[in-house]
Antibody, heavy 118, light 110 residues
Framework: QITLKESGPTLVKPTQTLTLTCTFS??????????VGWIRQPPGKALEWLAL???????RYSPSLKSRLTITKDTSKNQVVLTVTNMDPVDTATYFC??????????WGQGTLVTVSS | QSALTQPASVSGSPGQSITISCTGT?????????VSWYQQHPDKAPKIMIY???KRPSGVSDRFSGSKSGNTASLTISGLQAEDEADYYC??????????FGGGTKLTVL
């Protein structure tokens, strides 16, 4: 059974860097074809894909946010970390990590709400 | 990379069928058979309902079906039930641009 859980700060100040950790179980990111992605959802708004990382360290980023995002993995800890630089109030959202399966986001974490405010 | 276009809302009575459209471009929906659909109830994480345009994950009711024609994908829900009331999002692979979601559709079961 695959599970994922996001962790990180619930409140960050404008201009700060956000670091979120996704801790997962039920699969290994050292196994071929496995991947983990990050998706966010501002309150009352739509889902937005941010980034993903595959077992072979292939990384993909949203073109509109690429300059501010970094995704990394720690295979030994079963964790994926997303950093977002220069946070702004418009980045206030619930951030989800997901497993990539069936060429889609098949298993989701519960999400973590991050508020950007001074 | 623009969001896929979905109707803001659709509604139907119990037992009826509804279809939600998802319009993209030749760079995403039109080029790849990698369209997926997600159901999201209030304050819950999204749940995958359809992947690779037409396939249902194990455990998803066969009342949910997907299709695609050109740059537009569709999700059809037959035999509407009260529990189907939720927000629905489409998503497509977009090549070098990664993945793109639709704006979401609120389904109301009357």
């Amino acid at each position: 059974q695959i599970t994922l859980k996001e962790s990180g700060p619930t409140l960050v100040k404008p201009t700060q860097t956000l670091t979120l950790t996704c801790t997962f179980s039920g699969f290994s990111l050292s196994t071929s074809a496995e991947g983990v992605g990050w998706i966010r959802q501002p309150p009352g708004k739509a889902l937005e894909w941010l980034a993903l990382i595959y077992w072979d360290d292939d990384k993909r980023y949203s073109p509109s946010l690429k300059s501010r995002l970094t995704i990394t993995k720690d295979t030994s800890k079963n964790q994926v970390v997303l950093t977002v630089t220069n946070m702004d109030p418009v980045d206030t959202a619930t951030y989800f990590c997901t497993h990539i399966g069936f060429s889609a986001f098949d298993i989701w974490g519960q999400g973590t709400l991050v508020t950007v405010s001074s | 990379q623009s969001a896929l276009t979905q109707p803001a809302s659709v509604s139907g009575s119990p037992g009826q069928s509804i279809t939600i459209s998802c319009t993209g471009t030749s760079s995403d929906v039109g080029s790849y058979s990698l369209v997926s659909w997600y159901q999201q109830h209030p304050d819950k994480a999204p749940k995958i309902m359809i992947y690779e345009v037409t396939k249902r994950p194990s455990g998803v009711s066969d009342r949910f079906s997907g299709s695609k024609s050109g740059n537009t994908a569709s999700l059809t829900i037959s035999g509407l039930q009260a529990e189907d009331e939720a927000d629905y999002y489409c998503c497509s692979y977009a090549g070098s641009s990664g993945w793109v979601f639709g704006g979401g559709t609120k389904l109301t079961v009357l």
